[in-house]
């Protein structure tokens, strides 16, 4: 790790999560969750300090740096509370139980997670980041901790009964109410389409002002229902963010990439983490745009995702890395001197000295570089007189604008960027989070598998099959159950249903990027696990199996944030299983699922975009496109180069005729392809040549 030992360690230098162990030396009695904390808490009659954040997350380092190296703070800790650190990547159940009560307590949620829990971890108190004194109108943390110890000796009984009140409400909240119908009327998507329409910024992309995150849910909706309707209205919303994201600040010019959110509405002035989980779906409607569209802008952005996950984020196992952090050091004489974006940014007289006067010219008019710095809003001074690269003129423009041949420009601009990228790699790096989740590789083998197949690109299908293997092989108990987390020789923790659903829908998308029976098999076998641990009685999955948090609450997730929901992506699997096996089971267990969130569908569909592109694959007419004979022929490459997300793509061989015995009937020609595609459950005649096959397809 890079945090120098300050202190002796704690408790938490036996954990193997980066972010624990970025706390390890604070002065902080600091105890993972787990039951020694809790009877530390019930025999001593102390309320608990509960902080939840993770290992990228910029003001939970700045809180570290405030409070829990602060030894007269730490002391206030130590006498009055049992402190336990929780990183929510580990166990997003945890952080989704005290989240809920931060967010109706409080109004808003966010890391790092401060809650004050009783013995019993029923949650009294919550909040954010609370800084060292009063300030941002907000009281200083020793003041709180100093409140909270007072009420807890003086007024334990109102507390207790509070907090029980409490759990009741949310318990409540997290059991839905009655089921609607299994199945979406197309009436619940066109409102979805309208709200959208609604909140888009017609002028710079996105949806909504500041701060603009990308949600590829919504993308993924959209795209889905202009397939279905043909609304041009849809795609164009897509397509213009796209563009937009890649011109600005927040895609990574040089390395590739996308940071985690923009702080202004015009995608420019990044917070500069990078997660797995953005760059996997990202990649996704890049691909699935590039598809559509034909734009080669699109597929640079979508090779740039790949290429900087396969260079920066891929473990020697073959699997991804989570994260990197926004904080890094401006040079190596300060290794602990880190700031916000230090790792990004530019000052004019760098990019002179690198590239020359001419040079520096064109690259800052092509990349927005002014000679004091070109960030106005900087309300914490972290980029005066620093530049933040983006895409302020073409390569043409750059040409026009200098009076100068476009192929030289383009050409010494290509050649600008490589020298920049060298020089900034000498820089010291952001902090990786080199942890595996499944969950989040599942996401991010579905990209590579999708855009190995799309782009013609055997290397990205490759990385999704070696990621794949890895989880197979080490993720994987011999009684089915996942694993979530993978660091340093660790496999541990066991999966929740993220891990499941992600990692399912991946396997299905690499099954038809390679038609390798075996990650058929284990969509099927992992979807069939999963209903065994998280099934819900009433329709869809709860969340977590684990026993300390179902004994809190135990719930079904049902917002397509950053992530997508479990449900969601289960959904969407339990369709193409349904479709592909004819397993009634599987198609049951899907009617219930919408069924149970039916209501909040038809009432709030903003907050579940993916479970309504899901929904597009259900109201589709059934398509089933089964390739025979060669495997890398001209007919495949031109099914994988058309975007048709509700179809199912089976390859015509002994292993899938076990689950569709007609496919043993599909042959084509010696040394031939053939493609045989069924719509409505009638199949047309086999296609043997490319120009009948587009027909087809249009």
């Not at 002796?8 to 600091?30: C, F, G, M, T």
């Not at 009964?161 to 409490?166: A, I, M």
Request: with cysteine; net charge negative; charged share 25%.
């Amino acid at each position: 790790m890079e945090f120098a030992p300050a202190m002796p360690a704690n408790r938490l230098i036996h954990e193997k999560s980066p972010y624990l162990q970025q706390h390890a030396h604070n002065p902080v009695d600091w105890f993972p969750w787990g039951e020694e904390a809790f009877a530390k808490a019930r025999a001593e009659d102390k309320p608990i300090f509960l902080s939840i954040g993770y290992s990228t997350c910029h003001w939970c380092h700045v809180m570290e740096r405030e409070s829990f190296e602060n030894e007269a703070t730490a002391e206030l800790l130590n006498r009055w509370f049992v402190s336990v650190k929780v990183d929510r990547e580990e166990r997003p159940d945890i952080d989704h139980i005290y989240m809920t009560y931060v967010q109706a307590s409080t109004g808003s949620g966010g890391w790092p997670m401060s809650v004050w829990l009783t013995p019993e971890l029923k949650p009294f108190v919550g909040g954010t980041y609370f800084p060292p004194d009063n300030r941002y109108g907000k009281a200083g943390f020793p003041a709180i901790l100093e409140r909270i110890a007072s009420v807890w000796k003086d007024d334990r009984a109102k507390i207790v009964e509070s907090s029980e009140s409490v759990m009741q409400h949310l318990r409540g909240q997290a059991e839905a109410g009655a089921a609607g119908p299994d199945r979406i009327d197309a009436a619940v998507c066109d409102q979805a389409f309208h709200l959208w329409r609604r909140s888009y910024d017609s002028a710079l992309g996105g949806f909504g002002g500041a701060p603009k995150f990308p949600r590829p849910s919504i993308l993924n909706f959209l795209l889905r229902y202009w397939k279905r309707t043909a609304q041009d209205e849809a795609l164009d919303m897509v397509v213009e963010t796209l563009l937009a994201m890649e011109k600005g600040g927040m895609h990574d010019q040089l390395g590739g990439g996308f940071h985690r959110y923009s702080v202004d509405e015009a995608w420019f002035v990044p917070h500069f983490e990078k997660m797995l989980y953005d760059q996997a779906q990202l990649a996704g409607s890049y691909v699935e745009a590039f598809q559509i569209t034909g734009d080669q802008t699109l597929a640079r952005a979508a090779r740039g995702i790949f290429d900087y996950v396969l260079r920066d984020m891929t473990a020697p196992e073959g699997a991804f890395f989570s994260a990197e952090d926004a904080d890094s050091a401006a040079d190596t004489a300060h290794p602990h001197e880190k700031s916000e974006g230090a790792f990004y940014i530019w000052r004019w007289a760098e990019v002179v000295q690198l590239l020359g006067d001419e040079r520096a010219l064109w690259f800052a008019y092509s990349y927005g570089i002014e000679r004091d710095g070109n960030v106005e809003a900087d309300p914490h001074q972290e980029f005066t007189g620093r530049n933040i690269l983006f895409a302020s003129h073409t390569p043409e423009e750059t040409a026009h604008y200098f009076n100068r041949p476009e192929q030289e420009v383009a050409a010494a601009l290509a050649a600008a960027r490589e020298i920049l990228f060298a020089a900034r790699a000498r820089r010291p790096r952001p902090h990786l989070d080199d942890k595996i989740l499944t969950a989040w590789n599942g996401l991010m083998i579905s990209a590579l598998a999708k855009g190995g197949a799309a782009l013609g690109e055997p290397r990205y299908t490759g990385a999704a099959r070696r990621a794949t293997d890895f989880l197979l092989g080490t993720m994987r108990r011999p009684d089915g159950v996942l694993l979530r987390r993978y660091r340093a020789g660790d496999a541990a923790i066991e999966g929740m249903l993220d891990d499941y659903a992600f990692f399912a829908h991946g396997l299905l998308d690499l099954y038809e990027a390679t038609f390798r029976s075996e990650y058929l098999d284990a969509a099927i076998a992992i979807t069939e696990k999963q209903r065994e641990l998280f099934e819900h009685p009433g329709g869809g999955f709860y969340s977590s199996a684990h026993e300390d948090a179902a004994r809190l609450m135990r719930s079904r997730d049902d917002y397509d944030g950053a992530e997508p929901s479990g449900n969601s992506l289960s959904l969407l699997t339990l369709l193409r299983l349904a479709r592909i096996t004819g397993r009634e089971d599987f198609s049951a267990c899907a009617r219930r699922l919408i069924a149970a969130f039916h209501p909040k569908l038809a009432a709030s569909s903003y907050g579940l975009p993916q479970m309504l592109a899901a929904c597009e694959f259900d109201l589709a007419a059934p398509r089933e496109v089964v390739v025979a004979g060669g495997t890398e022929g001209p007919l495949l490459g031109q099914l994988r180069r058309h975007f048709d997300p509700n179809r199912i793509l089976l390859r015509a061989d002994a292993a899938t005729a076990r689950y569709n015995p007609a496919i043993a009937e599909m042959r084509a020609p010696a040394d031939g392809e053939a493609v045989y595609i069924c719509e409505n459950f009638r199949c047309h005649a086999p296609v043997f040549d490319e120009a009948a096959l587009v027909r087809l397809l249009n």
